[in-house]
């Protein structure tokens, strides 16, 4: 098998975020919905009270309360919530000021986002495939008008836009949006019409193309509040919302439209008997023929209580009305309701308590009586400003209720609640709180034998004023898995500089806290802390840890620098057991000079050598202690050729007794190259210096080395370049191979990425591989960027990027584990959380190329089918994933074998067609390839269809058959042989005028018809012939299938359009599909699957699902007469012809047939056919007018004991 190339794979990335000091963090929640499976969305604001910064914070919390995802969003310049929806596609929406985004339900990963360009009110999705929003074109203009948009939910293409401009061209803003099923989308807002005054302007617009249907005005004259929207699918739309008039006041107004016309068919008005505030806030209709609006009643603001109405939606009569007023005698306010289906509406607001306290209220009334079933409150009467702001239902008896609430240390918080819908218990509550972050910075990272990789870092609470930072330690499992986190807080500030773990069980972090040394070592299966040791130097100065390592035999050496006087300082090494922490000795040592020496990297090696290095005087300066005694061995210094500054920046030791040191020099001519100086590890004799300069005058500082068991010895930094032709002042990555017996330079490898690029680790494995991480800085953000070279040549293997973050996002340190992973850690900038610990783990492993592999299986099963078995063979895979959804979209849960190559499928007793999917990958990180079939889930009880018509087909050049707009006749029948389990019949007949051509089908699939309500599919084969324009018709050679979906607008008395797609396509050789060549459903929809329901409205003539239990005198005549066309009806078309012509008939049983040509004399002219016919088959055969002398010929047809006959005619 095959391999693809060698581009690692992100296994995993992870961020860490603490949390400060929980002042200054508001979040105000907006809205909340739920799925089908009782999870919740949840979307708010959250704002930093100290920046003014704000964000949209989304997450899912499942049906037990445990937070799954959250997602924040920060782009535009308008972060606040407006509205979620959920699909059930998988798809969450959320509406922000003047932005649009998607995320997965699954995963919470963001699937798209777009700017909308306007101010955003509102947001619905249909079940189509489509979301839509509203609003207005803008704030900061004198006359805004409504704007509505409608995008792709799957990519976020936008589909069509329309504005709504008033009659005065005034102020129009747009409040609430609803969709139906019938195709309409209804938009309501304000419209200003001078002098103060102010209408309700409700407009429907066309689904498919946003053409404005209607618009309708309701006006009362004086000012309007907020208008709010829903639609029922019976063919009507409400909107509720607060009129005012010197005589009543405030009152709360409900309307209702047809939703076809527009017209008004009733509206309803409330006053309390105070003729005081009357404020409508929601609306809400359930599938029993009732309205309800809520909202707040009172002789003032302030002494306002629940109202809740019920009208009958037929008559717009109030059915009843209640009140509510909790025991404080206070500001009572709704904010949304729901109904479900089992009789409840629930209402929930806030109740105040006190003077600036309130408490969430939320109640469920009986939808026929009005009575009021229970109330519960959350929170305490003198908590704090709290406010509820949303309410949703679940199919599962949950009643969810979103708002903020007031903590006294967090500031305000997002909350959700869910109550039992039966009782109003409480099941749970969440709290989220938006800026909770401070800045964390990933300093090291080592992995253990086993994969898991340890992170270590500083959080900094600086952004709030604090004084202090933090270690902090992670460890992260092979799979990316948080197993624990351990912060080291003691009140002061504390820096990390190094990790390392042995191999029994510590993890060991060292640096500094409050001036002196700190070491840790955690217990590696737990997190908790084993140890804890500081060092304070002689001189109670300030003491820093730079580094530490392991030797493997129990020791555990920590170096860094210690203050000895005012700008004197010393380099200070300390050996620990590693096991206990028992401090074993102390050495410390200056050079010539007490001045500037500060120590910056440790080394260990195999032979009992301990080696430290850093700058003395602006010299290097390496020492050598015995690590059993801690005595000196030798010390070094370094100073370049031009006896300039030097600076060290990190060691390294190999097996073969040599220690090698890097760092900057200033050379002769030149401002810093590399400078890489060799030691004999046991005298700590020079063996030699190699230099590293890019030329062009420039800038060159090393970073990092290390050294492999070949022989090579690798360097890797940055350059700056700041002369010649090509960029000024640019920084590449620059690393060097040399030779690590001579120091012969042996190769060098420039990357040069998209900006200013740095390099910081470098790591090499024992396969000849040299990894070197680091970022890159640009002026939109930065990435991390590692590269992996080969050590013999320098070749470069391959490079991969992190996403780049919104600010300068910056790689630390990496490492290896025995499996050729490679674990890069640093940190990323992120709007509202500062910096965070970021951390990503690469594979090398190698993905299998996968074969094109179709699913084998049945595609038609009738109602009740169980045990179905589905397989995907010859794939190459190791990894697959099945869905199964509906022609609603929904997915169908009914089978076993998720996650291997085949499943069982019990199909339901409800005939529809399902989507039976399959992605499949060979791998973790490795590309997946998905393939789907169609299954018909039949019942041949449940009725046939029949229709004929005409339609219009838009122009579409992806398609053989639509490159120009075309009439289309059409004829269709389908039904079940009676007496038999799945034999289908009946035919699918298309005209295209613009051919002109005809499609006829051949046959109607056995098992394909399915009737699953108004809706009906079949599919099967055909032909296609062509009309010359002397009337001779030519035979298409090739095969085709077909696809009908056909719905009835009338279906049991409903008043809708009847809809109708065709799907034809090529039948290659091998029975394969081929090219599509006529479609009508991309002109209206862009859900083109093939179970999807039909949008395209027929022009002219009608569709009909007939039931088992339709007995009118038409449907009858309707059934008897196509029972006939399809049973028994033997045509030629045409009939009068010059170069050829089409016999065909339908068989209406299984039987022997012979087709015959006769002259009006009876002589026989030509056997045109003969064989078996099966039943329900179509069978056409063509007749050529070659040797055919010109008039009137008979065909005549014997199929059993059936004689048919049909005139010709044949002209020269």
């Given at each position: 098998?095959?391999a693809?190339?060698?581009?690692?794979?992100?296994?995993?990335?992870?961020?860490?975020?603490?949390?400060?000091?929980?002042?200054?963090?508001?979040?105000?929640?907006?809205?909340i919905?739920?799925?089908?499976?009782?999870?919740?969305?949840?979307?708010?604001?959250?704002?930093?009270?100290?920046?003014?910064?704000s964000?949209v914070?989304?997450?899912?919390?499942?049906?037990?309360g445990?937070?799954?995802?959250?997602?924040?969003?920060?782009?535009?310049s308008?972060?606040?919530?407006?509205?979620?929806?959920?699909?059930?596609?998988?798809?969450?929406?959320?509406?922000?000021?003047?932005?649009?985004v998607?995320?997965?339900?699954?995963?919470?990963?963001?699937?798209?986002?777009n700017?909308?360009?306007?101010?955003?009110?509102?947001?619905?999705?249909?079940?189509?495939?489509?979301?839509?929003?509203?609003?207005?074109?803008?704030?900061?203009?004198?006359?805004?008008?409504?704007?509505t948009?409608?995008y792709d939910?799957?990519?976020?293409?936008?589909?069509?836009?329309?504005?709504?401009?008033?009659?005065?061209?005034?102020?129009?803003?747009?409040?609430?949006?609803?969709?139906?099923?019938?195709?309409?989308?209804?938009v309501?807002?304000?419209?200003y019409?001078?002098?103060?005054g102010?209408?309700?302007?409700?407009?429907r617009?066309?689904a498919?193309?946003?053409?404005q249907?209607?618009?309708?005005?309701?006006?009362?004259?004086?000012?309007?509040?907020?208008?709010f929207?829903?639609?029922?699918?019976?063919?009507?739309?409400?909107?509720?919302?607060?009129?005012?008039n010197?005589?009543?006041?405030?009152?709360?107004?409900?309307v209702?439209?047809?939703a076809?016309?527009?017209?008004?068919l009733?509206?309803s008005?409330?006053?309390n008997?105070?003729?005081?505030?009357?404020?409508?806030?929601a609306?809400a209709?359930?599938?029993?023929?009732?309205?309800?609006?809520?909202?707040?009643?009172?002789?003032?603001?302030?002494?306002?209580d629940?109202t809740?109405?019920?009208?009958?939606?037929?008559?717009?009569?109030?059915?009843?009305?209640?009140?509510?007023?909790?025991?404080?005698?206070?500001?009572?306010?709704p904010?949304?309701?729901?109904?479900?289906?089992?009789?409840g509406?629930?209402?929930t607001?806030?109740?105040?308590?006190?003077?600036?306290?309130?408490?969430?209220?939320?109640?469920?009334?009986?939808?026929d009586?009005?009575?009021l079933?229970?109330?519960?409150?959350?929170?305490?009467?003198?908590?704090?400003w709290?406010?509820a702001?949303?309410?949703?239902?679940?199919?599962?008896g949950g009643?969810?209720?979103?708002?903020?609430?007031?903590?006294?240390?967090?500031?305000p918080?997002?909350?959700?609640?869910?109550?039992e819908?039966?009782?109003g218990?409480?099941?749970?509550?969440?709290?989220?709180?938006?800026?909770?972050?401070?800045?964390?910075?990933?300093?090291a990272?080592?992995?253990?034998?086993?994969?898991?990789?340890?992170?270590t870092?500083?959080?900094d609470?600086?952004?709030?004023?604090?004084?202090?930072?933090?270690?902090?330690?992670?460890k992260?499992?092979?799979?990316?898995?948080?197993?624990?986190?351990?912060v080291?807080?003691?009140?002061?500030?504390?820096?990390?500089?190094?990790?390392?773990?042995?191999?029994?069980?510590?993890?060991?972090?060292?640096g500094?806290s409050?001036?002196?040394?700190v070491?840790?070592r955690?217990?590696?299966?737990?997190?908790?802390?084993?140890w804890?040791?500081?060092?304070?130097?002689?001189?109670n100065?300030?003491?820093?840890?730079?580094?530490?390592?392991?030797d493997g035999?129990g020791?555990?050496?920590?170096?860094?620098s210690?203050?000895?006087g005012e700008?004197?300082?010393?380099?200070v090494?300390?050996?620990?057991d590693?096991?206990t922490?028992q401090?074993?000795?102390?050495?410390s040592?200056h050079?010539?000079s007490?001045?500037?020496?500060?120590?910056?990297?440790?080394?260990?090696?195999?032979?009992?050598?301990?080696?430290?290095?850093?700058?003395s005087?602006?010299d290097?300066?390496?020492?050598?202690?015995?690590?059993a005694?801690?005595?000196?061995?030798?010390?070094?210094?370094?100073?370049?050729e031009?006896?300039?500054?030097?600076?060290?920046?990190?060691?390294a030791?190999?097996?073969?007794?040599?220690?090698?040191?890097?760092?900057?020099?200033r050379?002769i001519h030149?401002y810093?190259?590399?400078?890489?100086?060799?030691?004999?590890a046991a005298?700590?004799?020079?063996q030699w210096?190699?230099?590293?300069d890019?030329?062009?005058?420039g800038?060159?500082?090393?970073?990092?080395?290390?050294?492999?068991?070949?022989?090579g010895?690798?360097?890797?930094g940055?350059?700056?370049?700041?002369?010649?032709?090509?960029?000024?002042?640019?920084?590449?990555v620059?690393?060097?191979g040399?030779?690590?017996?001579?120091?012969?330079?042996?190769?060098?490898?420039r990357?040069?990425?998209?900006?200013?690029?740095?390099?910081t680790?470098?790591?090499?494995?024992?396969?000849?591989?040299?990894?070197?991480?680091?970022?890159?800085?640009?002026?939109?953000?930065?990435?991390?960027?590692?590269?992996?070279y080969k050590?013999?040549?320098?070749?470069?293997?391959w490079a991969?990027q992190?996403?780049?973050?919104e600010?300068?996002?910056?790689?630390?340190?990496?490492?290896?584990?025995?499996?050729?992973?490679?674990?890069?850690?640093?940190?990323?900038?992120?709007?509202?959380?500062?910096?965070?610990?970021?951390?990503?783990?690469?594979?090398?492993?190698?993905?299998?190329?996968?074969a094109?592999?179709?699913?084998?299986?049945?595609t038609?099963?009738?109602?009740?089918?169980?045990?179905?078995?589905?397989?995907?063979?010859?794939?190459?895979?190791?990894s697959y994933?099945?869905?199964?959804?509906?022609?609603?979209?929904?997915?169908y849960?009914?089978f076993?074998?998720q996650?291997?190559?085949?499943?069982?499928v019990?199909?339901?007793?409800t005939?529809?067609?399902?989507k039976?999917s399959?992605?499949y990958?060979?791998g973790?990180?490795c590309?997946?390839?998905?393939?789907?079939?169609?299954v018909?889930?039949?019942?041949?009880?449940?009725?046939?269809?029949?229709?004929?018509?005409?339609?219009?087909?838009?122009?579409?050049?992806?398609?053989?058959?639509m490159?120009?707009?075309s009439?289309?006749?059409w004829?269709?029948?389908?039904?079940?042989?009676?007496?038999?389990?799945?034999?289908?019949q009946?035919?699918?007949?298309?005209?295209?005028?613009s051919?002109?051509a005809?499609?006829?089908?051949t046959n109607?699939?056995?098992?394909?018809?399915?009737?699953t309500?108004?809706?009906?599919?079949?599919?099967?084969?055909?032909?296609l012939?062509?009309?010359?324009?002397?009337?001779?018709?030519?035979?298409?050679p090739?095969?085709?299938?077909?696809?009908v979906?056909?719905?009835?607008?009338?279906?049991?008395?409903?008043k809708?359009e009847d809809?109708?797609?065709i799907?034809?396509?090529e039948l290659?050789?091998?029975?394969?599909?081929g090219?599509?060549?006529?479609?009508?459903?991309?002109?209206c929809?862009?859900?083109?699957?093939?179970?999807?329901?039909?949008c395209?409205?027929?022009?002219?003539?009608?569709?009909?699902?007939?039931?088992?239990?339709?007995?009118?005198?038409r449907?009858?005549?309707?059934l008897?007469?196509?029972?006939?066309?399809?049973?028994?009806?033997?045509?030629?078309?045409p009939?009068?012809?010059?170069?050829?012509?089409?016999?065909?008939?339908?068989?209406?049983?299984?039987?022997?047939y012979?087709?015959?040509?006769?002259?009006?004399?009876?002589?026989?002219?030509?056997?045109?056919?003969?064989?078996?016919?099966?039943?329900?088959?179509r069978?056409?055969?063509?007749?050529?007018?070659?040797d055919?002398?010109?008039?009137?010929?008979?065909?005549?047809?014997?199929?059993?004991k059936?004689?048919?006959t049909v005139?010709?005619?044949?002209?020269?």
């Amino acid at each position: 098998m095959k391999a693809e190339a060698q581009q690692p794979v992100e296994e995993w990335i992870r961020t860490y975020d603490s949390s400060g000091p929980t002042g200054d963090k508001p979040g105000y929640t907006q809205t909340i919905v739920t799925d089908n499976e009782g999870n919740s969305y949840v979307s708010g604001t959250a704002t930093n009270n100290n920046t003014y910064e704000s964000k949209v914070v989304t997450f899912k919390l499942s049906p037990t309360g445990e937070e799954l995802w959250v997602q924040e969003y920060a782009k535009g310049s308008f972060s606040e919530t407006r509205g979620i929806v959920v699909d059930n596609k998988g798809g969450v929406y959320v509406a922000t000021g003047d932005a649009i985004v998607r995320y997965d339900t699954q995963t919470g990963a963001e699937s798209w986002d777009n700017a909308t360009g306007i101010r955003a009110t509102d947001i619905a999705v249909d079940n189509q495939g489509s979301v839509y929003i509203t609003g207005n074109t803008s704030i900061s203009t004198e006359s805004p008008n409504y704007a509505t948009i409608r995008y792709d939910a799957t990519t976020g293409n936008e589909i069509w836009s329309s504005t709504y401009n008033g009659e005065n061209d005034d102020t129009d803003f747009a409040t609430a949006i609803a969709v139906d099923n019938q195709g309409g989308v209804y938009v309501t807002g304000v419209s200003y019409t001078g002098d103060f005054g102010a209408d309700y302007v409700t407009v429907r617009y066309d689904a498919a193309t946003g053409k404005q249907d209607w618009v309708s005005r309701y006006s009362m004259g004086g000012f309007f509040g907020e208008p709010f929207i829903d639609a029922d699918n019976q063919g009507s739309v409400f909107i509720t919302g607060t009129t005012y008039n010197g005589t009543t006041g405030y009152d709360i107004a409900t309307v209702r439209y047809s939703a076809t016309t527009g017209e008004q068919l009733w509206a309803s008005q409330h006053n309390n008997a105070d003729n005081g505030y009357d404020w409508a806030t929601a609306i809400a209709v359930d599938n029993q023929g009732s309205v309800y609006v809520t909202g707040y009643s009172g002789s003032t603001y302030n002494n306002s209580d629940f109202t809740t109405i019920r009208y009958d939606v037929a008559t717009g009569e109030q059915k009843w009305l209640r009140y509510y007023n909790k025991e404080d005698n206070s500001r009572d306010q709704p904010a949304g309701i729901a109904v479900d289906n089992q009789g409840g509406i629930f209402v929930t607001g806030t109740s105040q308590t006190g003077e600036t306290t309130h408490v969430f209220t939320t109640i469920r009334y009986e939808a026929d009586t009005g009575n009021l079933k229970w109330v519960s409150s959350y929170g305490e009467k003198d908590e704090g400003w709290a406010e509820a702001r949303g309410i949703a239902i679940d199919n599962k008896g949950g009643v969810f209720v979103t708002g903020f609430y007031p903590a006294r240390e967090t500031g305000p918080d997002i909350v959700v609640i869910r109550y039992e819908a039966t009782t109003g218990e409480k099941d749970w509550e969440q709290r989220y709180n938006g800026f909770g972050s401070q800045s964390d910075y990933g300093i090291a990272v080592a992995v253990d034998a086993a994969g898991n990789a340890y992170v270590t870092g500083t959080n900094d609470n600086h952004n709030y004023n604090v004084g202090k930072a933090d270690f902090v330690t992670i460890k992260y499992s092979p799979t990316g898995e948080a197993l624990w986190v351990s912060v080291y807080d003691r009140g002061f500030n504390s820096h990390v500089s190094g990790i390392a773990v042995d191999d029994e069980g510590g993890v060991f972090v060292t640096g500094s806290s409050d001036g002196d040394y700190v070491t840790i070592r955690y217990d590696a299966s737990t997190g908790n802390t084993d140890w804890e040791k500081r060092y304070n130097g002689e001189y109670n100065g300030w003491d820093n840890a730079a580094g530490l390592a392991l030797d493997g035999k129990g020791g555990l050496y920590v170096t860094g620098s210690s203050e000895t006087g005012e700008n004197t300082s010393t380099y200070v090494t300390i050996r620990y057991d590693a096991a206990t922490g028992q401090q074993q000795w102390v050495s410390s040592f200056h050079g010539e000079s007490n001045n500037d020496n500060l120590a910056e990297a440790i080394a260990v090696d195999s032979t009992g050598g301990v080696y430290v290095t850093g700058n003395s005087a602006g010299d290097y300066l390496t020492v050598r202690y015995d690590a059993a005694t801690g005595t000196q061995a030798w010390a070094r210094t370094f100073n370049g050729e031009a006896d300039g500054q030097e600076w060290v920046s990190d060691i390294a030791v190999d097996n073969q007794g040599s220690v090698y040191v890097i760092g900057y020099s200033r050379g002769i001519h030149t401002y810093a190259d590399y400078a890489t100086v060799s030691y004999d590890a046991a005298t700590g004799q020079q063996q030699w210096v190699s230099r590293y300069d890019a030329g062009r005058d420039g800038y060159d500082y090393p970073a990092a080395i290390a050294v492999d068991n070949h022989g090579g010895v690798y360097v890797t930094g940055r350059s700056q370049s700041i002369g010649g032709e090509e960029v000024d002042f640019a920084y590449d990555v620059i690393t060097v191979g040399y030779e690590a017996a001579t120091g012969e330079q042996k190769w060098v490898a420039r990357y040069d990425g998209n900006g200013l690029d740095f390099a910081t680790a470098i790591a090499v494995d024992n396969a000849g591989g040299v990894y070197v991480t680091g970022h890159s800085e640009t002026s939109s953000g930065g990435a991390f960027n590692t590269i992996k070279y080969k050590a013999e040549d320098g070749t470069q293997v391959w490079a991969i990027q992190t996403e780049e973050g919104e600010i300068d996002d910056t790689a630390r340190d990496l490492a290896l584990d025995t499996e050729g992973n490679v674990f890069v850690t640093g940190y990323s900038f992120r709007p509202g959380t500062g910096a965070d610990i970021l951390t990503v783990k690469y594979s090398q492993g190698q993905c299998a190329v996968l074969a094109d592999a179709a699913i084998q299986g049945s595609t038609t099963a009738a109602v009740n089918t169980g045990n179905a078995i589905y397989t995907l063979t010859g794939s190459n895979a190791t990894s697959y994933t099945w869905r199964i959804t509906g022609s609603s979209g929904n997915d169908y849960t009914g089978f076993t074998g998720q996650g291997t190559s085949s499943i069982s499928v019990d199909w339901p007793a409800t005939p529809d067609v399902y989507k039976l999917s399959i992605s499949y990958s060979s791998g973790a990180g490795c590309p997946a390839q998905d393939t789907t079939i169609y299954v018909h889930v039949f019942n041949p009880q449940a009725g046939f269809v029949t229709g004929s018509g005409w339609l219009t087909t838009p122009a579409n050049p992806d398609f053989e058959l639509m490159q120009a707009s075309s009439r289309v006749q059409w004829a269709l029948v389908a039904k079940y042989k009676p007496k038999t389990e799945d034999v289908a019949q009946g035919s699918l007949m298309l005209l295209l005028e613009s051919g002109p051509a005809i499609f006829h089908s051949t046959n109607v699939e056995d098992g394909s018809l399915v009737i699953t309500g108004n809706q009906a599919f079949y599919r099967g084969q055909g032909t296609l012939s062509y009309i010359s324009g002397s009337g001779g018709m030519t035979t298409d050679p090739r095969k085709f299938a077909y696809l009908v979906s056909a719905t009835d607008g009338n279906f049991q008395g409903a008043k809708a359009e009847d809809r109708l797609r065709i799907l034809i396509w090529e039948l290659k050789a091998d029975g394969t599909r081929g090219a599509g060549v006529y479609d009508n459903q991309p002109a209206c929809s862009t859900n083109l699957d093939e179970n999807a329901s039909a949008c395209a409205a027929i022009g002219g003539g009608n569709i009909t699902i007939h039931t088992p239990n339709m007995k009118t005198r038409r449907e009858s005549a309707v059934l008897a007469l196509e029972e006939a066309h399809s049973a028994s009806e033997f045509v030629a078309y045409p009939t009068a012809f010059s170069e050829r012509t089409t016999l065909a008939f339908t068989a209406d049983q299984d039987t022997e047939y012979s087709l015959e040509l006769y002259d009006l004399k009876g002589a026989l002219v030509r056997r045109i056919a003969n064989g078996k016919a099966q039943v329900g088959h179509r069978y056409e055969h063509e007749v050529s007018a070659e040797d055919l002398q010109k008039g009137l010929y008979v065909a005549r047809l014997a199929a059993g004991k059936k004689v048919q006959t049909v005139k010709i005619v044949v002209e020269r």
